[in-house]
T-cell receptor, first 111, second 117 residues
């Protein structure tokens, strides 16, 4: 079945560092891809999405490009802040319209 | 606009008991979906309701059930609780008029933390 694989965390960076969180997927067809973020004590929020190959989703300085050839949707940010500390989830919407989630990557940003 | 509201925020139960969790979606949202979040398994889809009908279901045993009312509020019930049911249960709502809009946005509640002793 469809699946999403994320890099294991936690990922610890210093403020203003460059961030990459890897996400690869396995799916039949052409799923839509999403990044959600979960701040401590809160529910998940949609961070960005891409619905077809080569689309780039962006929001709050984060970007991710839908790469069909490598089945990837890596999350990047040029300069992270302490307030970006959270758990990040990569997900795809499969042919049954269900969201399939990665395990989540905890990001810790140190001042 | 009020967000997705889940009650209660925390629950402690013992094995064998049953539990009911509640979710009030954003006003106007007709789709409600439920997820189980655990450190080991991550986020797993339980089921989705739209206009009082279950539209989609994940791979969970029959002990997990749900329903949706005419005002779109949803409840989730777990019977005969097991230790492994300890998790954060998240509810999400969306407009989702045609089934399975690929780019529909989900709005999540803060969850109900269930501990089974």
């Amino acid at each position: 079945g469809d699946s999403v694989t994320q890099m294991e965390g936690p990922v610890t960076l210093s403020e203003e560092a460059f961030l990459t969180i890897n996400c690869t997927y396995t799916a039949t067809g052409y799923p839509s891809l999403f990044w959600y973020v979960q701040y401590p004590g809160e529910g998940l929020q949609l961070l960005l999405k891409a619905t077809k190959a080569d689309d780039k989703g962006s929001n709050k300085g984060f970007e991710a490009t839908y790469r069909k050839e490598t089945t990837s949707f890596h999350l990047e940010k040029g300069s992270v802040q302490v307030s970006d500390s959270a758990v990040y989830f990569c997900a795809l919407k499969d042919s049954n319209y269900q969201l399939i989630w990665g395990a989540g990557t905890k990001l810790i940003i140190k001042p | 606009k009020a967000g997705v509201t889940q009650t209660p925020r925390y629950l402690i139960k013992t094995r064998g008991q049953q539990v009911t969790l509640s979710c009030s979606p954003i006003s106007g949202h007709r789709s409600v979906s439920w997820y189980q979040q655990t450190p080991g398994q991550g986020l797993q889809f339980l089921f989705e309701y739209f206009s009082e009908t279950q539209r989609n279901k994940g791979n969970f045993p029959g002990r997990f059930s749900g329903r949706q009312f005419s005002n779109s509020r949803s409840e989730m019930n777990v019977s005969t609780l097991e230790l492994g049911d300890s998790a954060l249960y998240l509810c999400a709502s969306s407009l989702a008029s045609p089934p399975g809009l690929a780019n529909e946005k989900l709005f999540f509640g803060s969850g109900t933390q269930l501990s089974v002793l």
